[in-house]
């Protein structure tokens, strides 16, 4: 169920904050994309949503093969773990 998923519960939590999660869709075959995730106040009617945006992963293979440089791209669950250490610290 989706509301009992961290990035779900992460974002109602944090009004303020756009995350970026890696989620499984299960309307596209359960496939995982990199999803940017808000959650969106609707002032009308006093509730909240979630906003999420899937990002093909054809397209971003096609913007990650121009940087010139070595790119990683990992979400929420994996930023305290990654930042600020350098990429061969990680291998």
């Not at 990199?34 to 093909?56: A, E, K, M």
């Not at 093969?65 to 790119?71: P, S, V």
């Amino acid at each position: 169920m989706i509301a009992n998923s961290e990035w779900y519960k992460a974002t109602i939590n944090n009004s303020n904050q756009i995350g970026w999660y890696y989620i499984r869709d299960e309307t596209k075959g359960d496939s995982a994309y990199l999803s940017l995730v808000r959650r969106v106040y609707f002032s009308n009617y006093r509730t909240t949503g979630v906003l999420v945006i899937d990002i093909s992963q054809t397209e971003l293979n096609g913007i990650l093969r121009q940087e010139h440089f070595d790119t990683m791209v990992i979400d929420f669950r994996w930023l305290r773990k990654f930042m600020g250490r350098r990429i061969f610290e990680l291998y």
